[in-house]
């Protein structure tokens, strides 16, 4: 892999560029298996403030669901069981930053019965974040200013 560090005509120095190129994401989506996607949905949009975008279902029962908190995106998906007892959540975890208050949305993520993982507190860095897991999966969130 090379990169280009020439310098336009005028001096300026051009953006340097992997090569072959590199991926430009620009939106990342969490694709969760889930114990009971009932439960997940309630404790996802009551609790953490998510809204439902879509319900999927197969033969009249909901197996998953998508839903959004301004540009995050996740997906709901349904323990079909074939794998066994799983232990979902270990070592990995998510972060939401956000424009909002994070002291604020604590505040309604514990009075819609939520427990936080830890209260908000300033960061070295300049953030103020709180986190939260996901009771029934064991997923970890840190909600962060931006």
Sequence with gaps: MT?????AGNGDRKTERAEPE??????????????????SLDWYTRVL???????YEHEGKVVGASLKA??????LNQ???KKGERQFGVGFSMMITT??????????????????????ADMPWGAR???I?????GYRWTVSSS
């Design 3 to 7: 990169a280009d560090s020439n310098t």
């Design 22 to 39: 590199s991926l430009r994401g620009r939106a990342l989506m969490a694709s969760l298996t889930v114990r009971d996607v009932g439960k």
């Design 49 to 55: 403030g998510f809204t439902l975008d879509n319900k």
């Design 70 to 75: 301004g540009d995050v995106r996740i997906l």
């Design 79 to 81: 323990d079909d069981g």
């Design 99 to 120: 424009t909002q208050s994070v002291d604020e949305v604590a505040s309604r993520v514990k009075a819609a019965g939520g427990a936080l993982q830890s209260e908000p």
């Design 129 to 131: 974040v709180f986190g």
């Design 133 to 137: 897991v996901d009771p029934e999966n």
